[in-house]
T-cell receptor, first 117, second 107 residues
């Protein structure tokens, strides 16, 4: 149980275009999902916390108009990188908190590698 | 916001050696989770510790939670190349990670 998928696993796009990344909890309902980005050889940086049916809470320094997050259902959250630029190239990872988990464990997706040309 | 420090940040050892990595917080954890991330993949949950002083074992991995629930350690016995990865800790209620410990086990 507790499987999280992401789609696509990798994407290459041109500068100025928008890219949508999906995060799904496959076998559980996730009231809360998290989005992270990770640069090479670095740790995960939390971008935003998203709760189903409400607006996402963004970390300081993360532009909410650039990184649009939608959490429309208990099994799906999407991250849209708008007007992407080369500096947005990164590894984006989502996680989902299993509402059944006693200790608030969260489970991660496999990540999406975004390359902006 | 809970500030997490992990040490060491980098560790390179030979196969068969033992090692310990540490996770320290500026405040008390309600519970703490350890993850391992391999290159190009998402982190995988290893263990959750909850009670101060708790010790959990997962094969060659031993996790300890400090009595005051502000620190934790991960000890690996007889490390293998398959243990290579980024080890991360996080409090369950504040899912921000520290820098992590990047472990390389050489054959």
């Amino acid at each position: 149980g507790a499987v999280v998928s992401q789609h696509p696993s990798w994407v290459i796009c041109k500068s100025g275009t928008s890219v949508k990344i999906e995060c799904r909890s496959l076998d559980f309902q996730a009231t809360t999902m998290f989005w992270y980005r990770q640069f090479p050889k670095q740790s995960l940086m939390l971008m935003a916390t998203s709760n189903e049916g409400s607006k996402a809470t963004y970390e300081q320094g993360v532009e909410k108009d650039k990184f649009l997050i939608n959490h429309a259902s208990l099994t799906l959250s999407t991250l849209t990188v708008t007007s992407a630029h080369p500096e947005d190239s990164s590894f984006y990872i989502c996680s989902a908190r299993d509402g059944r988990a006693v200790y608030n464990e969260q489970f991660f997706g496999p990540g999406t590698r975004l390359t902006v040309l | 916001t809970q500030l997490l420090e992990q040490s060491p940040q980098f560790l390179s050892i030979q196969e068969g050696e033992n090692l310990t990595v540490y996770c320290n917080s500026s405040s008390v954890f309600s519970s703490l989770q350890w993850y391992r991330q391999e290159p190009g993949e998402g982190p995988v949950l290893l263990v959750t510790v909850v009670t101060g002083g708790e010790v959990k074992k997962l094969k060659r991995l031993t996790f300890q939670f400090g009595d005051a629930r502000k620190d934790s350690s991960l000890h690996i016995t007889a490390a293998q190349p398959g243990d290579t990865g980024l080890y991360l800790c996080a409090g369950a209620n504040d899912m921000r990670f520290g820098a992590g410990t990047r472990l390389t086990v050489k054959p």
